[in-house]
């Protein structure tokens, strides 16, 4: 075995499983050691984050998603409330500002991004742009695709309180998914609401408007084989990004969450077999390297002008492809589907969550070891493990602090250190909408 500096040193993920026992509530049996990460547990490195430092909130709405995994489409109208995934969107955004209403938190969201990019603590002005980057990564034309893709029904629901309780005009957002494709079902539930927005994607046409691209917009910090170096236009001229991410595993990466998501607004080819896909991938051996996510995440026209990360965990899967991979198990799902939205100003802090709910429940997925190296070259992007210097436009300044990453204490209590009144870490915030 080869030696793994201390500072990596492998910590096993707890599993909890749930039985009931009489006045006692849910009792847990013996927690099983399982994935191998790269930080410790309660070991917070980076600069946390948002209103409230490293906070993300986490709301669940139980049955919300009801497939039953053999009948129709996962997410047909039948089987999703749409009720609920609108308070799912108000709970998160309320919950991570600390705002009593969802306008005030879409208010509060947008003054303290205007005072952290040096233009004062203002709010929403007519006329500012925002794109909203979700993950339809498997699509393969405006037609349905059975696979799991971003929920139609929580996308609507965003679309619907940035629209009603942000003010912004529908003329001012953009739906978009660059290197795939919004799909039929998505894009009706939407216009049909919303016909004044842009929606955006690999093809155009059905109403569909087709991505342009602006060339050399990325400068990798290291060479990674033949990358796309181009964004998508309508990233470049937003004002703001939203970035809705699903809650899933990868192969290669162990999961792909809000960092990798940034990938879709390159200048990619639709059939994923023709990119490339160099520098995306943790070391097997946990040793630090190179990753291409931090330079997404680190990018003035991508990380850094996010307003707000999502992580749509509705349905949730074990692999990033085919239909939803079956109802999760473990507290608070408990052989439900995870029914859950989570939301942070933290791009680093709530992939490190994702990644403790996924290796919680899936901790045989693909390549899942060390899932978390990126968030750890992130989060000390200024002076990363593999000393890479992290520069995405050849400024010659190295990035900063991009968040903040742990590991929560265990997968039975969930805390992190800002939940055990430590003045630094990840605060998670959760909310049970009955």
């Known amino acids: 075995m080869k030696h793994i500096p201390k500072y990596f040193a492998p910590v096993a993920m707890l599993i909890a499983v749930a039985c009931g026992q009489a006045n006692h509530g849910m009792a847990q049996e013996a927690l099983t050691p399982k994935v191998l990460f790269a930080l410790e547990t309660n070991a917070p490195k980076g600069e946390a984050r948002g209103i409230h430092p490293g906070r993300v909130a986490w709301a669940h709405a139980p049955n919300t998603a009801g497939w039953d995994e053999s009948t129709g489409y996962w997410f047909d109208d ?34 303290h991004f205007n005072a952290r990019h040096g233009k004062g603590s203002t709010p929403y002005r007519e006329g500012e742009k925002i794109a909203i980057k979700i993950n339809m990564n498997n699509t393969y034309s405006h037609a349905e695709s059975e696979e799991i893709n971003a929920s139609p029904h929580v996308v609507l629901a965003l679309l619907r309180s940035l629209v009603h309780q942000g003010g912004v005009p529908q003329k001012c957002i953009a739906l978009i998914e660059p290197s795939r494709y919004l799909t039929d079902f998505l894009y009706r539930k939407c216009s049909a609401e919303f016909p004044d927005i842009a929606y955006v994607d690999n093809a155009g046409g059905d109403g569909r408007t087709r991505s342009l691209y602006t060339e050399n917009a990325i400068r990798y910090s290291q060479h990674n084989g033949h990358m796309s170096a181009s964004l ?77 990360y999502f992580i749509d965990g509705l349905y949730g899967s074990k692999t990033v492809d085919l ?106 915030v959760y909310k049970l909408i009955k």
């Open 232 to 308: 998508a236009t309508v990233i470049v001229e937003s004002d703001y990004n939203i970035n809705m991410a699903l809650l899933k595993g990868h192969v290669g990466q162990g999961v792909t969450l809000c960092g990798k998501n940034w990938y879709g607004a390159t200048g990619i080819h639709a059939n994923w077999r023709m990119n490339h896909h160099d520098g995306m991938n943790q070391n097997r051996d946990g040793s630090p390297s190179y990753i291409t996510f931090v330079d997404y995440m680190g990018h003035p026209q991508l990380g850094e002008k996010t307003l707000v």
């Open 78 to 111: 039948a089987w999703n409330k749409q009720e609920n995934c609108d308070k799912l969107i108000a709970q998160t955004i309320i919950d991570l500002t600390g705002e009593k209403t969802e306008a005030a938190a879409w208010k509060a969201l947008f003054m």
């Open 323 to 428: 239909k939803p991979s079956g109802k999760w198990k473990m507290p608070p799902f408990n052989n439900d589907w995870p029914n859950s939205l989570l939301a942070s100003q933290d791009g680093v802090a709530i992939d490190a969550v994702a990644i403790d709910l996924l290796c919680t429940e899936f901790p045989d997925m693909a390549d899942v070891n060390y899932c978390d190296m990126y968030l750890l070259e992130a989060s000390q992007a200024n002076n990363p493990p593999s000393g890479t210097v992290y520069d995405p436009v050849g400024s010659g300044k190295r990035l900063p602090s991009l968040g903040v990453v742990e590991h929560w204490n265990n997968a039975v209590d969930k805390k992190y250190s800002r939940n055990m009144r430590k003045k630094e870490g990840i605060e998670l």
